[in-house]
């Protein structure tokens, strides 16, 4: 698609903020009003579309899809978005260990544990460490509390959560991402601890690693998403 518009503004509407393209507002892909929290994440979203060339490129609409998700989908049926995340604690990456006497589990040990610890104890909850791949569910005050928590947060924020828990396959990895300070690598970098061991081991796939630092790539954007819906205004 050839680039349609000359000029990109944004400009405060029905309580937030929106994105407008030669002085017209922007709709959702569902069509509807593409209204955003703050003045932080329009500008972010103007950025994407100010920045591209003669041909529009629509990859590169990284914030605008995570909006147009939290409006379209998120918005519709909040239980079920929540629902969804949930699904990510009960098999969370972080509780599932090798056993206590493979080499392995000393890492996870040292990687993981102060990540579950740290939501353990944001969260007065509980997770149920697994060693192997035996599905053992959190205990229902663990769900319930999670479910409390995820529904005090806002329609952008549950978005960007439901991208970093697919991503990391851990909602604990999400919900440390939402935290002051969260570095990207770092929680990236738990998150493939498993698949980084057998590269120690094995050796890295060229396709794999491209796959992995596109993936990374998704998990550092929503990240960034996620503060920008929480920027305060100026």
């Known amino acids: 698609m050839k680039r349609f518009y000359k000029e990109v503004t944004i400009a405060p509407d029905a309580g937030g903020w929106r994105v ?5 507002a922007i709709k959702t892909a569902l069509g509807k009003d593409q209204v955003v929290p703050n003045e932080a994440l329009a500008s972010a979203m103007a950025a994407e579309w100010a920045d591209q060339g003669e041909e529009i490129d629509t990859t590169r609409f990284l914030f605008r899809d995570l909006a147009d998700y939290a409006i379209d989908i998120v918005r519709a049926d909040r239980a079920a978005a929540i629902d969804g995340l949930l699904r990510f604690a009960e098999t969370d990456t972080l509780c599932y260990r090798a056993d206590p006497e493979e080499p392995l589990f000393r890492r996870q040990q040292d990687v993981w ?7 353990e104890h944001r969260h007065d909850i509980h997770f149920e460490r697994i060693s192997g791949i035996m599905h053992r569910p959190q205990s ?3 769900r319930d509390a999670l479910s409390a928590f995820l ?3 806002d329609d952008f924020t549950l978005a960007a959560l439901n991208t970093l828990a697919s991503l990391a396959a851990s909602l604990t990895i999400a919900l440390a991402a939402l935290e002051d300070q969260a570095d990207a690598k770092t929680l990236w970098d738990a998150a493939n601890l498993e698949e980084d061991w057998q590269v120690e081991l094995w050796g890295e796939d060229a396709l794999a690693k491209d796959l992995r630092d596109k993936r990374a790539a998704e998990f550092a954007n929503a990240l960034r998403f996620a503060e920008l819906v929480r920027a305060p205004e100026a």
């Open 151 to 153: 529904e005090t947060q």
């Open 20 to 24: 407008l393209l030669d002085g017209r």
């Open 140 to 142: 229902p005050a663990t």
């Open 113 to 119: 544990e102060p990540l579950l610890q740290a939501a």
